[in-house]
């Protein structure tokens, strides 16, 4: 709680759909080098130790022969019998040999059969991706290979859509954005001290519990404090909603009006912006879209040479977030830790006051500059302020 804005080092990767598929090819490619086994195998094996690749490694070298058998992989093909006539083992009808196909087992099926089957299964959902012979008595794995062969084009992309997503719902280093909509995938550094996440959608959440992103509190806390609000009556879920202490006085303020500019009752006076990160956010992205482009075209000055407000609107966006979860961590502190919760309340208190400092100069003293144009030194002068204090937050508060 020392720091409470300091942004922590990048131990993640986000993924698009691109991404995901080439990172699961490549282990793919991997485990069939190494087992000296077809990509179809290595596909079935992956899926069925999670596409833990490590995890397979080691158990194919501590028993092959039981992975095989849990897997359903037979160490050789099993041709389908000479005979010229063979009786399907699902319809019963007698086709000509050639007419009929098996998997590595060699039960044989007709086309009909095998495309009834597999479609079924596909459409049943996830599941296909650990099917198995039709025969009741066998246990051989259905792969990639059979799917290509038999199912419908609509059925074969529905199976590949299952196979993309078990790659990261059944890996325990990837999970999705939980945000609605959102078609990103976190690939995460286990073992990295500090769980946020901050996908490309904007959403930030937790990895170990996929709450929002709650540093620096604990899961369990923001567990209790959710559990809380969502049995709290509607009066006080209307207090925490309208109302908020200022943050030089700590006298609470009612917001009874559509503006997020707040002044507080004389004596004190205190100007600050109504403690909301989805403003932020949406100032964020008007500035990204809209802004920045005219604010360039206004002082002749590069986009890039304008980033030091789009950190500082970054850093408006994390102070929020940071602060809104302190009131949860303050709400559990014991009470008889007089000195610490004093301690925190005064830390609190002065990132409060940082934040508004910060978001006062990127808000209200941004807006001049983009009215109109102004004397290169002014101008120059603001980036400089902007930008320590930007820092202080980062490494003061």
């Keep these: 709680m020392y720091h409470l804005f300091n942004f922590v080092q990048q131990h993640y990767t986000v993924l698009n759909e691109h991404d995901i598929r080439q990172h699961q090819e490549d282990d793919i490619s991997r485990i ?11 596909c079935l094996l992956l899926r069925h130790y999670n ?16 992975v095989r058998k849990a897997v359903g992989l037979l160490g050789k093909q099993v041709e389908i019998s000479n005979a010229r006539e063979l009786t399907c083992g699902i319809c019963f009808e007698v086709y000509p040999r050639k007419a009929m196909s098996s998997a590595a087992c060699g039960h044989p099926f007709c086309s009909s059969c095998w495309r009834g089957y597999i479609g079924t299964a596909i459409n049943d959902g996830p599941g296909c991706l650990m099917l198995r012979c039709p025969d009741p008595t066998c246990s051989a794995a259905i792969g990639q290979d059979m799917i290509d062969i038999f199912a419908y084009c609509e059925d074969k992309k529905k199976y590949t859509h299952y196979l993309l997503r078990s790659y990261i719902e059944n890996n325990r280093k990837t999970k999705w954005c939980p945000a609605p909509g959102c078609e990103f995938a ?16 904007s959403h930030s959440f937790c990895w170990n519990c996929t709450e929002e992103a709650h540093r620096p509190v604990e899961c369990g806390t ?3 404090w959710i559990l809380k609000n969502s049995a709290e009556s509607e009066n006080m879920n209307w207090i925490l909603a309208n109302s908020k202490p200022c943050p030089k006085c ?9 503006c997020m500019h707040i002044t507080c009752t004389p004596p004190c006076k205190f100007e600050f912006c109504w403690q909301s990160r989805q403003k932020a956010l949406v100032d964020l992205h008007n500035m990204q879209t809209k802004k920045l482009e005219k604010l360039s075209k206004t002082h002749c000055q590069p986009e890039s040479q304008l980033k030091f407000i789009i950190d500082a609107m970054l850093q ?24 610490k919760k004093q301690f925190f309340e005064y830390l609190q208190g002065e990132a409060e006051a940082g934040l508004e400092r910060l978001h006062q100069c990127a808000e209200k003293e941004l807006q001049v500059y983009l009215d109109a144009e102004v004397p290169m030194k002014e101008f120059t002068d603001f980036r400089r302020k902007l930008a320590g204090l930007t820092r202080y937050l980062q490494n003061n508060s």
């Design 32 to 42: 069939s080098a190494v087992l000296s086994t077809s990509r179809v195998h290595a």
């Design 186 to 201: 976190v690939d995460f550094a286990m073992g990295c001290g500090s769980y946020d996440v901050s996908c490309n959608c």
């Design 316 to 339: 408006v966006v994390e102070c929020r977030r940071v602060l809104k979860w302190t009131y949860a961590y303050g709400y559990y502190l014991p009470d008889h830790e007089h000195a």
């Design 51 to 66: 596409w833990s690749v490590s995890k397979v490694h080691d158990e194919w070298f501590a028993d092959e022969e039981a």
């Design 222 to 224: 923001v567990a209790k």
């Design 250 to 258: 700590k006298r609470p303020i009612e917001k009874n009006q559509g």
